[in-house]
């Protein structure tokens, strides 16, 4: 069946540049994990270990998308989301919210510098043409 929703938000990421395609994946997996954590407190498991399963992914992603090559910070950021992935793993596996609280404490101040950081490059304004592609791989993605 055709879903409008979800052809609109496939549409959107589609269309976005990589800097906004990360950091609409952080507030994403923000609010996984929070809602996980939410669920855990409230001894719901099936929906913490749903929603922290979608923030793995997230963050799979992430890595798989990371080239550690274009800057000298991405082998470190690497080595963090890799502790990440093993964090929200174990968390999910154990239920244990503190757990998902310390990957929320670790992911909210990474997505507010991706979000600054994306806003750095933001593309100039109409009346300053930038080159195609040129804000590729600026932040490690694309």
Do not use: K, N
Not at 7 to 31: I, Q
Not at 66 to 73: A, R
Not at 81 to 106: H, N, P, Q, V
């Amino acid at each position: 069946m055709y879903d409008v929703r979800s052809r609109y938000l496939a549409d959107t990421v589609a269309t976005v540049g990589p800097a906004r395609l990360l950091t609409m994946l952080y507030d994403r997996m923000l609010l996984d994990v929070e809602r996980a954590e939410v669920a855990q407190r409230q001894g719901d498991r099936v929906e913490g270990t749903a929603q922290l399963t979608h923030a793995q992914e997230i963050i799979a992603e992430l890595i798989a998308s990371l080239d550690t090559g274009v800057w000298d910070g991405g082998p470190g950021l690497l080595s963090l989301y890799s502790f990440l992935l093993t964090e929200l793993i174990e968390a999910s596996m154990t239920g244990d919210a503190d757990r998902t609280a310390g990957c929320r404490e670790l992911i909210a101040p990474l997505r507010d510098a991706w979000h600054d950081a994306a806003a750095a490059v933001a593309p100039a304004p109409a009346s300053e043409p930038v080159a195609a592609g040129a804000l590729m791989g600026d932040l490690g993605v694309g």
